[in-house]
């Protein structure tokens, strides 16, 4: 049971070019989250997915998008990078209804 | 508009000592409570989390303690340990709301 895993671990990029970050849980979760946390910051939420085939966006879903591909992935997809989105990238699933998110161990993305 | 914020970011504590970690939040349509515990290069690890209806919940080693009136949260750790050292978050979430907000952490720094 390895919980909630993400890759890439780390990735630079340059301004425009675009990548996915991916997200797996094999917890069964309905739900699943994209945050990002900025140095000496809180997370902020960027979408959420509270069941598959459902997304939404939270508080910070500018130049981002998602796709809840199954009930184990989630990504996140980036389509022309920029150097405000340089951060720490976080993913986190929950069982429906419950509230206590479990997290992944986060995609560290520079955007030069 | 909805806020979580901490009183100190930083806290520095002898080993063996109880710790306190403080939380003030400003929707008190919050039902839901909950603490994060953050080491340097991982992600978030739950700790503890606490209803509305409720005042106080025990776990090993940590309590939260959640007061209403006033709009306060906090963590109190017994017996710091060295391991203890890491950046704590409380989250809330609001009535009807799926998604957590985040508060900025504090730091906590055990000395031998």
């Known amino acids: 049971n390895a919980g909630v895993t993400q890759t890439p671990k780390f990735q630079v990029l340059k301004t425009g070019q675009s990548m996915t970050l991916q997200c797996a849980q094999d917890m069964n979760h309905n739900s699943m989250y994209w945050y990002r946390q900025d140095p000496g910051m809180g997370l902020r939420l960027i979408y959420y997915?509270?069941?598959?085939?459902?997304?939404d966006k939270g508080e910070v879903p500018n130049g981002y998008n998602v796709s809840r591909l199954n009930k184990r992935e989630f990504s996140l997809r980036l389509e022309s990078a920029a150097p405000s989105q340089t951060s720490v990238y976080f993913c986190?699933?929950?069982?429906?209804?419950?509230?206590?998110?479990?997290f992944g161990p986060g995609t560290r993305l520079t955007v030069l | 508009g909805e806020s979580v914020g901490l009183h100190l970011p930083t806290l520095s504590v002898q080993e063996g000592d109880n710790s306190i970690i403080n939380c003030a939040y400003s929707?008190?349509?919050?039902?839901?409570f909950i603490w994060y515990k953050q080491e340097s290069g991982k992600g978030p690890q739950f700790i503890i989390d606490i209803r509305s209806n409720m005042d106080k919940r025990q776990g090993q080693r940590v309590t939260v303690l959640l007061n209403k009136t006033v709009k306060h949260l906090s963590l109190q750790i017994a017996a710091t340990q060295p391991g203890d050292s890491a950046v704590y978050f409380c989250?809330?979430?609001?009535?009807?709301?799926?998604?957590?907000?985040f508060g900025s952490g504090t730091r906590l720094q055990v000395q031998p």
């Open positions: 929707n008190s349509a919050s039902d839901y």
């Open positions: 997915s509270a069941s598959e085939g459902t997304t």
């Open positions: 989250a809330e979430r609001g009535a009807g709301r799926r998604a957590l907000t």
């Open positions: 986190a699933s929950s069982e429906e209804g419950l509230n206590t998110q479990y």
